[in-house]
């Protein structure tokens, strides 16, 4: 044998082979059928969620449609009056318990320094009080505060307001609390069945 | 050609390919059927830059690879075990032997050049390979061939 010719191997291709093409198109076209099937089933769910998505009532169209009162009592902190525009009742969580929706307007007074100023509002999270909310900025000294809490017993729902300067004339930027004012439902005459 | 007849004109190699390289039937018959399957989901993409062959082999040498990241060489060959139904069945048999106790790369380019006859271009775009590192690797694969058949 010599080192340069190769063996003569062509004798291990000799093999019968068992019919598999037809299987394999088959098994291809459940494969296809079965992926198609994933691909509809998501395109449903995306489908379904952007639907959904759109479809979801905003916290701000959920306060206007529920049932409620416009307290429109003013609470002034520093150079910042908060108008509580409306309180309504926004039905029970299991575990947490009722909610109410508060609707309030803030609106800032322009300061002397030439920064400009951001308001937050934050509603005390004290015991048995959940809070989610969210805020429309109306123009530069204004925007709406809308929000979900779960009312204490006593009524009373404690705010702390911050207020946060920005701009050349407050470099560094901060955020200070100017003080607190509290909502009491029950003393503005907001009905128990709305908060309670 | 429709799709049928070329895979039925391939179904043999790549089934002897397959057997040759992982040394047991049921493995083989799997391994071709799932390139096969793979061919007719990739079919519309083939734009011809190869042979058919070429495609058909690229396809299954992947399958091989993602069998074999998934333990299948662990699982012992028949390779050897399997008598001959033509020419000198000792002189097969040996041959065979042989042939199942080198590496499965040796293997590789031994069943594709000088079993399935494939020339050292399309066996190197086959396996990944520059011909001239093909050619190494062919040459090799030979001499550790003879040394095993001849002891």
Same mark, same amino acid.
């Given at each position: 044998?010599?080192?340069?010719?190769?063996?003569?191997?062509?004798?291990?291709?000799?093999?019968?082979?068992?019919?598999?093409?037809?299987?394999? +198109?088959?098994?291809?076209?459940?494969?296809?059928?079965?992926?198609?099937?994933?691909?509809?089933?998501?395109? +449903?769910?995306?489908?379904?969620?952007?639907?959904?998505?759109?479809?979801?009532?905003?916290?701000?169209?959920?306060?206007?449609?529920?049932?409620?009162?416009? /307290?429109?009592?003013?609470?002034?902190?520093?150079?910042?009056? !908060?108008?509580?525009?409306?309180? !309504?009742?926004?039905?029970?969580?299991?575990?947490?318990?009722?909610?109410?929706?508060?609707?309030?307007?803030?609106? !800032?007074?322009?300061?002397?320094? !030439?920064?400009?100023?951001?308001?937050?509002?934050?509603?005390?999270?004290?015991?048995?009080?959940?809070?989610?909310?969210?805020?429309?900025?109306?123009?530069?000294?204004?925007?709406?505060?809308?929000?979900?809490?779960?009312?204490?017993?006593?009524?009373?729902? /404690?705010?702390?307001?911050?207020?946060?300067?920005?701009?050349?004339?407050?470099? /560094?930027?901060?955020?200070?609390?100017?003080?607190?004012?509290?909502?009491?439902?029950?003393?503005?005459?907001?009905?128990?069945?709305?908060?309670? | 050609?429709?799709?049928?007849?070329? @895979?039925?004109?391939?179904?043999?190699?790549?089934?002897?390919? @397959?057997?040759?390289?992982?040394?047991?039937?049921?493995?083989?018959?799997?391994?071709?059927?799932?390139?096969?399957?793979?061919?007719?989901?990739?079919?519309?993409? @083939?734009?011809?830059? =190869?042979?058919?062959?070429?495609?058909?082999? #690229?396809?299954?040498?992947?399958?091989?690879?993602?069998? =074999?990241?998934? #333990?299948?060489?662990?699982?012992?060959?028949?390779?050897?075990?399997?008598?001959?139904?033509? #020419?000198?069945?000792?002189?097969?048999?040996?041959?065979?032997?042989?042939?199942? =106790?080198?590496?499965?790369?040796?293997?590789?380019?031994?069943?594709?050049?000088?079993?399935?006859?494939?020339?050292? =271009?399309?066996?190197?775009? *086959?396996? #990944?390979?520059?011909?001239?590192?093909?050619?190494?690797?062919?040459?090799?694969?030979? *001499?550790?061939?003879?040394?095993?058949?001849?002891?």
């Amino acid at each position: 044998m010599s080192e340069d010719m190769p063996m003569d191997l062509k004798a291990l291709g000799d093999i019968e082979s068992p019919e598999v093409v037809r299987e394999a +198109l088959r098994r291809f076209r459940r494969r296809a059928l079965r992926n198609g099937i994933w691909f509809l089933v998501a395109a +449903l769910l995306i489908g379904s969620w952007v639907v959904i998505g759109r479809s979801r009532v905003t916290l701000e169209e959920r306060i206007q449609r529920a049932l409620g009162v416009a /307290p429109g009592a003013v609470y002034t902190v520093g150079n910042m009056t !908060a108008t509580l525009v409306r309180v !309504a009742d926004l039905g029970d969580v299991p575990d947490l318990g009722h909610r109410v929706g508060i609707h309030v307007l803030v609106v !800032a007074q322009p300061r002397e320094s !030439a920064g400009s100023d951001t308001y937050t509002l934050v509603f005390q999270h004290e015991a048995g009080t959940l809070s989610v909310g969210t805020s429309t900025r109306l123009n530069a000294r204004a925007f709406d505060h809308w929000i979900q809490i779960v009312v204490p017993a006593d009524a009373k729902v /404690p705010v702390d307001v911050y207020r946060e300067c920005s701009g050349q004339a407050c470099v /560094p930027r901060q955020s200070t609390s100017i003080g607190t004012f509290t909502i009491d439902l029950r003393a503005l005459g907001v009905p128990e069945n709305i908060w309670r | 050609m429709e799709l049928e007849d070329l @895979f039925r004109a391939l179904q043999r190699p790549v089934y002897a390919y @397959f057997l040759r390289l992982v040394g047991n039937k049921p493995d083989a018959e799997e391994l071709t059927q799932e390139t096969f399957v793979r061919a007719c989901s990739a079919a519309l993409r @083939f734009r011809g830059d =190869s042979s058919v062959r070429t495609w058909i082999f #690229g396809i299954a040498r992947r399958v091989l690879l993602e069998a =074999s990241r998934a #333990g299948l060489f662990d699982r012992p060959s028949e390779l050897a075990d399997r008598p001959s139904p033509a #020419g000198d069945p000792d002189t097969r048999i040996d041959l065979e032997r042989a042939f199942a =106790s080198l590496g499965v790369a040796d293997r590789e380019v031994l069943m594709l050049v000088d079993v399935l006859g494939f020339g050292p =271009s399309e066996a190197a775009a *086959t396996v #990944g390979v520059t011909p001239e590192t093909l050619r190494v690797r062919l040459h090799r694969a030979r *001499t550790r061939l003879r040394e095993v058949y001849v002891r």
